[in-house]
């Protein structure tokens, strides 16, 4: 009479390990998901690693099981909120045909984005600002790849429409890629120029004044230089 087998142990760690795996993704998304709302509730400047610890019944420690640091931290939410974008961004597009007016409907669904949630205005200046090798100093290659990811798949689309508008003669654009991150990086700046809503200009030489300036005033502006630079004015 044989004996039946037992459990093969050689077979069992790696569902162990599975299962290990999935444990950390998840708690990886939901430190993520405290960030992000965070973020959006009190801004980048008031977010601090404990707030986001006691979001998730955690402590300090933990969170830099998970993350290397700060930066990392918060370059992963920027991903999230660049996936969130993307779909916003494709979705005006898609709803019309002609280039120019494709290129305009994602301008003013990036600008719609960032007023909406000028936490991901923050996060993304505050990444620009940052040499590369800063970076890469703190933030690891995965993370690294993912944000690169999603900047990429944001600027997919407006490159897209001024490919298109070069195809169709609409366009005149050397490097469609330079003119899409040109206007990413200008966008950026804008939206925090619309949050601010004040111009700074002179009311006679040497004499500064302010003036006010409002989230439309800088929408049609982006849009109207995107469409300019895009034509070759």
């Keep these: 009479m044989s004996e039946s087998a037992g459990p ?7 569902r ?3 299962a290990a795996a999935t444990r950390r993704r998840l708690r990886e998304q939901e430190i993520l998901a405290a960030t992000r709302a965070l973020f959006d509730e009190r801004g980048v400047r008031d977010a601090q690693i404990e707030d986001i610890a006691k979001a998730v019944g955690t402590n300090r420690a933990i969170i830099y099981r998970h993350f290397s640091g700060k930066e990392e931290l918060f370059a992963l939410t920027v991903v999230g909120y660049l996936e969130e974008l993307r779909e916003r961004l494709v979705a005006a597009a898609d709803g019309h045909t ?30 620009m600002r940052r040499s590369g090798s800063e970076l890469f100093a703190e ?6 790849f993912r944000l690169g ?50 111009l700074i200009k002179e009311l006679a030489p040497g004499v500064p004044t302010v003036a006010p300036v409002s989230v439309d005033q800088i929408k049609r502006y982006l849009v109207a230089t995107g469409l300019a630079l895009a034509a070759g004015g």
Aim: charged content about 20%.
């Design 8 to 14: 093969d142990p050689q077979a069992s760690a790696p």
């Design 16 to 18: 162990r390990g599975n």
């Design 98 to 127: 002609r280039p120019r007016d494709r290129l305009a409907a994602v301008v003013e669904a990036f600008v719609d984005f960032g007023i909406e949630y000028p936490a991901f205005v923050d996060c993304a200046q505050a990444l």
């Design 139 to 144: 933030i690891n290659e995965a993370a690294m």
């Design 149 to 198: 990811r999603g900047i990429a798949a944001c600027l997919g689309t407006l490159s897209d429409a001024l490919d298109e508008g070069v195809a169709s003669g609409e366009f005149r654009v050397e490097d469609t890629n330079l003119l899409a991150n040109h206007m990413y990086a200008s966008g950026l700046g804008a939206l925090q120029l619309a949050r601010v809503g004040l």
